[in-house]
């Protein structure tokens, strides 16, 4: 079985016993989430598609980390004109643990 949520403005495949990274969430580490934007539920049987979301359907997980992304570094310029910047983003993000699918 799996599924695929929206989260932070990104569309994810979860399944059972699988980890995804998503934009910062509010919650400490071990507690569980949910997940509520569902757009599609699939198993072998079967495939559920929502417009745009499937009623009654979530993804529950655990949280396994609160952290930083890696650094993006950025540098523009402009030639001729001695202008230069650098600087850098480091994304915080959740992992999850998805424990399981409802729906």
Same mark, same amino acid.
């Given at each position: 079985?799996?599924?695929? /949520?929206? &989260?932070?403005?990104?569309?994810?495949? #979860?399944?059972?016993? @699988? *980890?995804?990274?998503?934009? +910062?969430?509010?919650?400490? /580490?071990? &507690?569980?989430?949910?997940?509520?934007? #569902?757009?599609?539920? @699939? *198993?072998?049987?079967?495939? +559920?598609?929502?417009?745009?979301?499937?009623?009654?359907?979530?993804?529950?997980?655990?949280?396994?980390?609160?952290?930083?992304?890696?650094?993006?570094?950025?540098?523009?310029?402009?030639?001729?004109?001695?202008?230069?910047?650098?600087?850098?983003?480091?994304?915080?993000?959740?992992?999850?643990?998805?424990?399981?699918?409802?729906?």
């Amino acid at each position: 079985m799996y599924a695929v /949520v929206r &989260s932070g403005g990104k569309q994810y495949r #979860v399944s059972p016993g @699988g *980890s995804l990274r998503v934009e +910062r969430l509010a919650g400490e /580490v071990g &507690s569980k989430v949910t997940l509520g934007d #569902v757009l599609l539920i @699939g *198993s072998d049987e079967a495939v +559920r598609i929502g417009a745009p979301t499937l009623a009654g359907a979530s993804v529950v997980g655990t949280i396994v980390a609160q952290d930083r992304a890696a650094k993006v570094m950025t540098f523009k310029h402009k030639r001729r004109k001695g202008y230069r910047r650098k600087y850098g983003h480091r994304q915080d993000y959740t992992e999850i643990r998805v424990d399981q699918i409802q729906g």
